[in-house]
């Protein structure tokens, strides 16, 4: 063993969930007081403990109390955190260099990551790819290169979509408070069609209905000829953990390629194994022409990719792409570090796993509550949405309410949805079967406990 892998197995927290203090304890509080004369308002938390450490699937805070992760800061630690792998790699490179910028001076690592990036993503054609920091400027970039590919302006995107926060990203996001509200005027040629929503369409609507809706509005209200890409998360984030209706996809890209639109898959969140398979296209057979993935991908580093056709992506001239720390070589060591882990652990597996688990559980609580109107999602990314029975009136006061019950009994979940009625799970890939368990019994207490 090395020196790192020494200090990673001595530091490691044990997988078990104890609470020493109330949650938060009083060392958070402190910490919250110096918060808010320091911090900016506009920047809030989910929960409102201050964390000394993680592990696998335990964030430890501090106070000493131990919670189950089954949030994974937003879908990024699905290798788990702190996993010696990962924690020697960074260290190695931290300690060999940090930076030289990729457009100064190129670097092993970086071409590395497009590899693997051109081994994972869907389709065996010919790919290339571009290394950026955050899933916003991977989105901004992919725009970038459709538009330049195709020489049209106009982007597609869909009711209760997610793409990031800066200004361009704001425009394509579907939900106005909290991300837009009073931050315009926003980027203009963005144009929003109807997605496939099972829980909410009319009953019995096809995944190829559902794309014939959002095809013919596309058509007459921008025409095909004038859009330059259509984007889509394969399952909605943000918005609500929703998989369309199967055919809705394939449907969608068949007509890309019908028209020369650039078909573009946003897999920041569903991407890197998260839904049992390496990204959530797959499961419908679906090729994009571009990829965007953040996230999952490096383990906790900042990085981000646009992956696509050799042809799309090397349209744009020398020059076109870049920034100064796209592809930083920490987080590039920290990427192959979490995709060679992600292979030797098969997990793909361990989220096919996770969902064979917790979905029955999940479905069971939704028997017992009516107001579980719908459980849903693929892998390790599963969601409740909680909706008045008759009607389905989104809840977003309960979903809430079973998230705080859930925090201060140590679990972390996290809400979504465009009502903000959605609660979602979204463990490591590594968690052990039984702390998924101890976490579900929380969370079925915390519904228990909230609704009738
Ligand atoms: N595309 C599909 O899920 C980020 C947002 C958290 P960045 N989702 C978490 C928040 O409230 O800011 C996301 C996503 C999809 C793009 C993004 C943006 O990725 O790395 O946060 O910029």
């Known amino acids: 063993m090395t020196q790192v892998d020494t200090d990673a ?34 920047v809030s938390s989910t929960i409102h403990v201050y964390v000394d450490g993680a592990s696998g699937a335990i964030v430890r805070d501090v106070d000493g109390n131990c919670m189950i992760d089954l949030g994974s800061g937003i879908a990024v630690t699905g290798v788990g955190h702190a996993v010696p792998a990962v924690v020697q790699a960074v260290s190695e490179q931290v300690a060999r260099f940090t930076h030289t910028c990729f457009m100064v001076a190129p670097y092993e690592g970086y071409v590395a990551v497009c590899e693997e990036l051109a081994d994972l993503c869907p389709g065996d054609h010919e790919k290339r790819s571009a290394l950026f920091n955050s899933g916003a400027e991977a989105v901004e970039n992919a725009v970038k290169i459709a538009r330049h590919a195709t020489g049209r302006q106009a982007v597609a995107v869909f009711d209760h979509a997610y793409h990031g926060r800066t200004n361009l990203t704001m425009a394509l996001t579907a939900k106005s408070f909290p991300y837009k509200d009073r931050f315009g005027p926003f980027a203009p040629e963005v144009y929003r069609a109807p997605v496939s929503y099972p829980l909410r369409d009319p009953e019995g609507m096809t995944g190829e209905q559902a794309a014939t809706r959002a095809i013919e509005q596309l058509s007459v209200q921008v025409g095909a000829g004038n859009l330059a890409c259509v984007l889509i998360e394969p399952i909605q984030g943000e918005g609500g953990f929703i998989v369309p209706a199967p055919g809705f996809l394939p449907a969608l890209a068949a007509w890309c390629a019908e028209k020369g639109i650039v078909f573009i898959a946003d897999e920041i969140q569903s991407g890197f194994a998260r839904t049992g398979a390496w990204f959530a296209s797959e499961h419908e057979g679906v090729v994009p022409d571009l990829v965007t993935t953040a996230k999952g991908i490096a383990g906790g580093m900042p990085l981000a990719a646009v992956t696509g056709r050799a042809e799309v992506m090397d349209s744009v001239h020398p020059g076109g792409l870049g920034g100064t720390y796209g592809g930083n070589p920490v987080a590039c060591a920290s990427a192959l570090a979490t995709i060679r882990t992600m292979r030797e652990l098969d997990l793909p597996a361990a989220a096919r796993r996770i969902e064979a688990n917790a979905r029955p559980r999940l479905e069971s609580m939704a028997k017992r509550h009516a107001a579980v109107a719908d459980v849903r999602g693929r892998g390790a990314m599963l969601a409740i949405e909680l909706a008045d029975p008759d009607g389905l009136r989104p809840d977003a006061d309960a979903a809430q309410a079973v998230a705080r019950a859930c925090h201060a009994n140590g679990v972390i979940v996290l809400t979504c949805g465009t009502w903000g009625n959605v609660i979602r799970l979204l463990p490591p890939l590594v968690i052990g079967d039984d702390l998924l368990e101890e976490g579900l019994d929380v969370l079925e207490r915390a519904l228990d406990e909230v609704l009738p």
Do not use: F, H
Not at 19 to 42: F, W
């Open 9 to 42: 197995a001595r530091d490691a927290i044990p997988q078990r969930r104890v609470l020493v203090t109330e949650i938060p304890g009083p060392r958070s509080k402190e910490l919250a007081s110096r918060r808010a004369r320091a911090v900016a308002a506009g």
